[in-house]
């Protein structure tokens, strides 16, 4: 009998998809510098923030503030593209203090691309991880115009996207763990 109640929670628990909430914020301005160093983001203004702590979209002319820091430059340049070692920083702060701080988890890519109108775009992407967020990613816009970058401009806009595990996910995958573990156990036993 404890083997089937035991099998019947198993089941009912083991299907259900674990849901995370997704926080964004955007940005706008600043001023981004690149190096064979690095990029770095400085005075980017923090206009709007979706999802956090359960809230919907607040919008807002300047609610904080956008920064980082790539690694070094391994492959390509400035003016054609490029990709930057991970490591670095990455902090969203707020009116209130620090919202999220962390760093790049994986390599980081610069890509040019030339628009019909023959100006020229740059797009930063990475993924970000950190106090207890993982799977975040940025996205960076900068258009250079005619000219290609030269080591520093103003940027157009930003996106971070933070996926955040709800602690009852975390609750079910640890107890469904447990459980596993102890069958496993109870088998070698016998």
Sequence with gaps: ??????????????????????????????????SNSGLSLTDSTLIAINGLNGSGLIIGTNLGGVYFTTGALTSGSLAGGATF???????????????FNGSFSSPVTWTLMTLKNGTHEYTLQGAISGGGM??????????????????SA?????NTNVVV??????????????????????????
């Design 1 to 34: 009998m404890k083997r089937f109640v035991l099998l019947a929670f198993l089941a009912s628990v083991l299907p259900m998809a674990a849901w995370a909430n997704e926080i964004d914020f955007a940005n706008s301005g600043g001023t981004l510098s690149g």
């Design 85 to 99: 070692a991970a490591g670095g920083s990455f902090t969203i702060s707020g009116t209130n203090g620090v919202i």
């Design 134 to 151: 993982n799977g975040a990613t940025i996205q960076l816009t900068l258009n250079s115009g005619k000219g290609f970058f030269s080591g």
């Design 154 to 158: 103003v940027i157009a806009s930003g």
């Design 165 to 190: 595990p709800e602690p009852g996910t975390l609750g079910l995958l640890g107890s469904g763990l447990v459980s596993i573990a102890g069958l496993v156990r109870r088998r070698m036993k016998t």
